[in-house]
């Protein structure tokens, strides 16, 4: 007899433990179809769900049949659940929306109403001062004071210019210098004047990265390697109204590019230039060395 309670013991156990496991494996499913049917309505479905909860009564019931009629659903296919509806209306009541905002973030410690004003007269007092100097006089960290200029004052850090200084005479030094420019064009004046220059030429092709452009409907991230210090050569070269002088490359007697300084200029003028006029026949006494 007590066998057989035993056994009936047992297999409503097994009974119970199975049953259990079916409404787990159910609950699981069913909570992953609500999660997935609540990523799949969009604003457009949750704003008319609230607004025909509140046309008819404040009833899910209706408003689940009117939904499934409107948005032309089958009726195998659901619909929003009781408890949806009643999210997006609370959500509606709280925040005037039906999508759930995040919320807030938490109110700056440091960027107060107090710390923008005394960053603004610093900078307003001292705008040449770099952001860590006035950081350290305001005592507070660089980073905040960073953050201060861009996202509440809209501060931008410009780049200075450096030009040469022009004075009251240079106006008056240039203004002669075009006159007697335009006066020496009805004469030959302009046959004397040699304009020169010297420039470096990188051996390993390197050039000016303002003149190198990659058009492309999307960045490639192009990158283009150079040594620390590359070899280069420095060309020298004449220009004037009759003919061109050079180029002239600064080198040694094996061939080998060399740094120009006063010494090599110097030799450069009287081994390579004063000979190059000379076969010319140009008179150098009359030159305009520039």
């Not at 607004?51 to 209706?62: I, P, Q």
Request: contains cysteine; aromatic residues 10%; positive net charge.
């Amino acid at each position: 007899m007590q066998q057989k309670y035993l056994t009936i013991w047992q297999h409503g156990c097994e009974w119970n433990r199975w049953r259990g496991e079916f409404d787990l494996e159910r609950s699981s499913s069913e909570t992953q179809s609500i999660s997935v049917a609540m990523e799949r309505w969009s604003v457009e479905h949750r704003a008319f769900a609230v607004e025909t909860y509140f046309k008819n009564k404040d009833s899910v019931v209706v408003t689940q049949r009117i939904f499934r009629r409107h948005f032309n659903i089958h009726r195998n296919d659901s619909v929003p659940s009781h408890n949806t509806v009643l999210l997006w209306v609370r959500n509606f009541r709280e925040t005037a929306s039906a999508v759930k905002r995040k919320p807030p973030g938490r109110e700056p410690l440091l960027r107060t109403p107090d710390n923008i004003e005394r960053v603004h007269h610093a900078f307003v007092v001292s705008p040449r001062r770099s952001s860590k100097r006035n950081a350290i006089a305001l005592i507070m960290s660089d980073c905040t004071v960073r953050r201060i200029l861009h996202k509440d004052l809209n501060f931008h850090p410009y780049k200075t210019v450096m030009v040469q200084t022009i004075r009251d005479q240079d106006t008056v030094n240039r203004k002669n210098v075009c006159e007697v420019l335009l006066n020496a064009l009805y004469s030959d004046d302009l046959n004397h004047v040699l304009i020169t220059d010297k420039a470096n030429f990188h051996l390993c092709g390197n050039v000016n990265s303002q003149n190198c452009r990659y058009w492309s409907t999307e960045n490639p991230h192009a990158l283009r390697q150079k040594p620390l210090h590359s070899e280069k050569v420095t060309v020298w070269c004449g220009v004037a109204s009759f003919v061109v002088i050079g180029p002239y490359f600064f080198e040694d007697e094996a061939g080998k590019a060399v740094t120009v300084n006063s010494s090599r200029y110097t030799e450069m003028l009287c081994a390579f230039l004063e000979p190059e006029l000379q076969r010319l026949g140009f008179e150098t006494h009359t030159l305009w060395f520039q």
